[in-house]
């Protein structure tokens, strides 16, 4: 069994910014559409007004922080995570806005090791607690969250008539 993999977080740059959030809000469009929360003729316009309120800023947003993640023994680009600093129920919350692990280098331990360095930065930042929102039929990011310790707050359902 090989070790466990790892990664660095390293500060999203100024050049990679605009590429991810227009990747982003695509990418959290064809989400809210494929739950049901948003029609597909609104969804972009949708993403694109809830990104930019969070991102007013864009990387100097108050807390907010983007990483990149990178293998720490290639130097690769493996992932990306955002974090927001925020107080809630009496304490300080880390909330993951985003998290991917790029394509090639799914189902490999990347997310898993993104997660385990969130938890360093949310500490390093001051915050107590480490919560998400993931959509229901994402099992894949579900299953790694419940294995890291994740328990469900809340969970909506909804019957097609």
């Known amino acids: ?21 227009e990747k982003l809000i695509i990418e959290y469009a064809a989400e809210n559409v494929t739950s049901g929360r948003w029609s597909a003729g609104e969804s972009v316009a949708k993403s694109r007004e809830n990104v930019l309120g969070i991102l007013p800023d864009g990387l100097a947003t108050a807390g907010q922080h983007l990483w990149t993640a990178r293998d720490p023994a290639t130097g690769a680009r493996v992932g990306l995570l955002w974090l927001e600093i925020r107080p809630a129920a009496g304490t300080t919350e880390a909330f993951i806005n985003d998290i991917e692990v790029d394509a090639p280098h799914r189902g490999a331990g990347y997310g898993r090791a993104i997660m385990t360095a969130c938890d360093d930065k949310a500490r390093e930042l001051g915050a107590t607690r480490v919560a998400l929102h993931v959509h229901g039929h994402n099992t894949v990011a579900r299953k790694l969250y419940a294995s ?14």
């Open 148 to 161: 890291l310790g994740f328990t469900e707050k809340s969970i909506t359902m909804a019957r097609e008539l």
């Open 1 to 21: 069994m090989s070790a466990p993999k790892r990664v660095d977080l390293v500060p999203m740059t100024a050049e990679e910014y605009p590429l991810y959030l």
